[in-house]
């Protein structure tokens, strides 16, 4: 039975020490929006910022009145009503009564085959005339400079794609969490840093914020050829030969109550978890890697003991590290085994779920899992 401890405890060890070794020597290379030196010119292009909100009362307000402060000169709002059952409609009127650069689409019904998101923001490009489209939902944040440090990054990279990796503000700590996990191993085990090399075939497309070229939208198919993915499809854009750059927004950007309560946060993994086959692979990933480090401190033999240790502060030295460049608290590797729990509880409660509907469910709307992708 020892050689199981050991066996466990040396991958963690393997993985996680490498892991954060690596991603320590390489986060320098990803770059902070808000170090960026604007450099405004003459005429900017119009960028149209297109908002997908379903029943976002919590943070639309926010979100639009932020943008209206936006220092970037050419810039048109667009906030897309998804079929809403709470007062987003009334807000999106009352500040496109306000503000003269914002306007609303309003979403009845819900075509065959369409993700709500994707249908949502396809429909407000329909109404955008940017030379640029930026991607966004309807509980973010803007700082006043941020578009303009954007625009101003991507002409200097010669950028078709740009996506920003938010901080996580407001009052819901599991949102927190959640957010700190979701993006540090997006940049760590994900290797954000070469997201930018255009022979990597690291890609990253984030709901927060995806600010894309017009002329390449339009050359992957737009949203029509990803209408029923349950993820940002950025690969599509990076695989046509444009360019693309993945870069920490903290300061910049941030996600107002992510997830409102624990509950809601559960219920989010049905989005990508929503196959028994899905559940099970979740499952043993996060017993094997995010749970057993922790049990293993106090079961088996001395020596996997300590390198259960050695891989928990590897854990640690991960968030740390990422905190420090994508905002977030340092000390966020505590709750590491609690997110690991809510993965596999969500994942098996949405195949569960997704087997007695015929489907998985999403705020409120219902997708078949014939076609269906994650």
Not at 49 to 70: D, F, G, H, Y
Request: hydrophobic share 40%.
């Amino acid at each position: 039975m020892e050689w199981v401890y050991w066996l466990l405890s040396g991958l963690n060890v393997l993985m996680w020490v490498g892991v954060a070794v690596l991603y320590t020597a390489k986060v320098g290379q990803i770059g902070q929006l808000y170090k960026m030196e604007a450099q405004p010119i003459q005429e900017p292009p119009l960028i149209s910022v297109i908002i997908a909100a379903r029943n976002e009362q919590k943070a639309l307000k926010r979100c639009i009145r932020s943008l209206t402060r936006q220092t970037y000169p050419s810039l048109e709002i667009i906030a897309v009503d998804d079929r809403s059952t709470d007062r987003t409609r009334s807000i999106i009127e009352e500040m496109a009564s306000k503000h003269p650069n914002v306007s609303g689409v309003y979403i009845k019904e819900l075509p065959k085959h369409w993700m709500g998101k994707s249908h949502a923001l396809y429909e407000g490009v329909k109404r955008a005339k940017g030379e640029w489209l930026l991607f966004a939902d309807g509980d973010i944040l803007f700082h006043p400079e941020c578009l303009t440090k954007a625009e101003s990054y991507c002409r200097k990279n010669t950028l078709d794609h740009l996506t920003l990796i938010p901080d996580f503000h407001g009052s819901h700590l599991f949102s927190k969490w959640y957010g700190a996990f979701i993006f540090m191993s997006a940049s760590s085990f994900g290797m954000l840093w070469r997201v930018k090399n255009p022979k990597a075939p690291q890609s990253l497309g984030v709901g927060a914020f995806n600010l894309v070229k017009r002329s390449a939208y339009e050359q992957i198919g737009t949203h029509a050829a990803f209408s029923y993915n349950t993820t940002d499809d950025a690969t599509r854009i990076k695989q046509a030969g444009f360019r693309q750059d993945a870069v920490y927004g903290t300061r910049m950007i941030a996600v107002w109550n992510w997830y409102e309560n624990l509950s809601q946060l559960i219920r989010s993994v049905e989005k990508s978890v929503f196959s028994f086959q899905s559940a099970l692979i979740t499952a043993v990933s996060c017993l094997l890697t995010m749970l057993y480090p922790w049990a293993g401190l106090f079961i088996g033999p001395p020596v996997p003991r300590v390198l259960c240790a050695v891989s928990l502060l590897a854990v640690f030295l991960l968030y740390y590290v990422y905190s420090r460049h994508a905002g977030g608290g340092r000390w966020y590797g505590i709750a590491h085994p609690l997110i690991g729990l809510c993965l596999i509880y969500g994942g098996f409660r949405g195949a569960l779920r997704a087997s007695r509907r015929g489907g998985m469910t999403w705020r409120g709307t219902t997708y078949g899992l014939k076609d269906l992708k994650s």
